[in-house]
């Protein structure tokens, strides 16, 4: 069971990390590919470091160019994320990664003949009931009556192309787990995230003057990746333990918590400082969204009970 406690303390630190992530894109950077340049540049640190104090395994090629294409989705489902933080709330779009869970459980059965109980598919429903019910905006009728629109928030559908991408990768890092140790691929992934950074500097008509522009005027912007680097990486490297003990959907689903983190962090944070964080809603629209993350965590603790 130690994978179950392991699988807990990632969603605390990116709920900490999405915080951040919301401050900066909602409020100091236009584009979120130029952010995502700054979160990848920041992988220079285990790229530089890690090879000085640790041992990697001799994988073949074929794994070693595995391990970085998992570096380059991450960057293709982080613009995605980054995108649907700018446009939503944060809350709303951390609860939205709740698919990738449900996703993966169909990834686990076909690939790796996880086998689970009645009460796991009851859990994956409820999980799909949270998302959604997160995933709707109140919008002002006429003459300014107030209804709830049955219109889906726009990060919807970017939040559903995240998750895909971001099942696919776990489960690619579930698989070259089984042929080689955490280190071995938490550095090869940071390798791919470095390279696919490098390819977005380097395609004409790329974000280089904006990146360049906010190096300028938002210098401080340097420390925060940084930072945001070091707890994603502790994360992340606490993620792929989990993974290498943990059945690939369970972890999922369990990491999947996240969303609960978020909606406290921000909340704590704008109590202290109000206005900090970008939200929308009144009260109501607050407790509706917490009672759904609530269904999808108790979704979570059903999946959490098989094995």
Not at 128 to 145: D, H
Request: charged share 10%; proline share 5%; net charge positive.
């Amino acid at each position: 069971m130690m994978w179950f406690y392991l699988s807990l303390l990632p969603p605390a630190i990116w709920a900490c990390v999405n915080t951040i992530d919301k401050i900066v894109v909602g409020k100091y950077i236009d584009r979120p590919i130029v952010y995502l340049i700054f979160t990848g540049l920041a992988t220079l640190i285990p790229v530089s470091l890690l090879p000085l104090w640790c041992n990697f395994d001799k994988i073949s090629v074929s794994l070693i160019l595995l391990s970085i294409a998992t570096g380059s989705i991450y960057i293709f489902y982080t613009w995605f994320f980054f995108r649907s933080l700018q446009i939503s709330d944060a809350p709303v779009v951390a609860n939205l990664l709740l698919l990738v869970p449900v996703i993966s459980l169909f990834m686990g059965t076909i690939l790796f003949h996880e086998r689970f109980h009645i009460h796991t598919y009851g859990g994956i429903l409820l999980v799909i009931g949270g998302v959604l019910g997160t995933s709707f905006e109140k919008r002002e009728g006429k003459n300014r009556t107030k209804n709830w629109s049955l219109t889906l928030t726009p990060a919807f559908v970017l939040m559903f192309i995240s998750a895909i991408l971001t099942s696919i990768d776990y489960t690619l890092e579930k698989y070259i787990l089984m042929q080689t140790n955490e280190i071995t691929l938490f550095y090869w992934n940071r390798v791919g995230i470095l390279i696919a950074t490098g390819c977005i500097l380097l395609i004409p008509k790329s974000p280089r003057k904006d990146f360049i522009r906010t190096l300028r005027f938002i210098p401080h912007i340097i420390p925060i990746s940084l930072i945001n680097e070091i707890l994603d990486m502790t994360a992340a490297f606490i993620l792929i333990s989990a993974y290498y003990s943990g059945p690939l959907s369970l972890v999922t689903a369990i990491i999947s918590i996240q969303p609960l983190f978020v909606l406290i962090f921000i909340n704590i944070v704008n109590k202290i400082r109000p206005n900090t964080v970008p939200t929308s809603g009144d009260k109501k629209y607050f407790l509706i969204r917490f009672a759904c993350i609530i269904i999808a965590v108790v979704g979570i603790y059903l999946i959490s009970l098989t094995g």
